[in-house]
C-alpha cells in the first residue's frame, strides 16, 4: 500500500508559476507516477507522468512547454512545476502511482491517489 500527499497548491494570478509536490509513503522507484486534474463538473484528466527512471515523461498538450515532471526517488517524491499559468488550469490536482512502471495517460492504469491539492488561477 503506498498513500500519497500532495502539497504546493494555491491561489496565483495569470502568468505566474507553482510547484506541487508529491511525497509517498512508501518506496515508489519502481512505479510510474502521474499527475491528473479535475475541474468542477468536468472528468478526470491527465497532466503529466514519469516513468520509474525518470527517463520518459509524458505531457498532456493543454500543458506541454508550460508544466515540467520530475521525480526524486530518494526521497520517494514527484513534482510539478507549472510555470505560465492560465485561468484553465484552476482544477484540483492529483498525484498517483502506476504500479507497471510506465506512467499511462489513463486514470483505471493508476493504483495508487492522493487526496489532492487545490490549484486556482485568476485572470
Known amino acids: 500500500q503506498v498513500q500519497l500527499v500532495e502539497s504546493g497548491g494555491g491561489l496565483v494570478q495569470a502568468g505566474g508559476s507553482l510547484r506541487l509536490s508529491c511525497a509517498a509513503s512508501?518506496?515508489?522507484?519502481?512505479?510510474?507516477m502521474g499527475w491528473f486534474r479535475q475541474a468542477p463538473g468536468k472528468e478526470r484528466e491527465f497532466v503529466a507522468g514519469?516513468?520509474?527512471?525518470?527517463?520518459?515523461?509524458y505531457y498532456a498538450d493543454s500543458v506541454k512547454g508550460r508544466f515540467t515532471i520530475s521525480r526524486d526517488n530518494a526521497k520517494n517524491t514527484v513534482y510539478l512545476q507549472m510555470n505560465s499559468l492560465k485561468p484553465e488550469d484552476t482544477a484540483v490536482y492529483y498525484c498517483?502511482?502506476?504500479?507497471?512502471?510506465?506512467?499511462?495517460?489513463?486514470?483505471?492504469?493508476?493504483?495508487?491517489w492522493g487526496q489532492g491539492t487545490q490549484v486556482t488561477v485568476s485572470s
Open positions: 512508501g518506496r515508489t522507484s519502481s512505479y510510474g
Open positions: 498517483a502511482v502506476d504500479r507497471r512502471g510506465v506512467a499511462g495517460r489513463r486514470s483505471y492504469e493508476y493504483d495508487y
Open positions: 514519469i516513468s520509474w527512471s525518470g527517463g520518459s515523461t
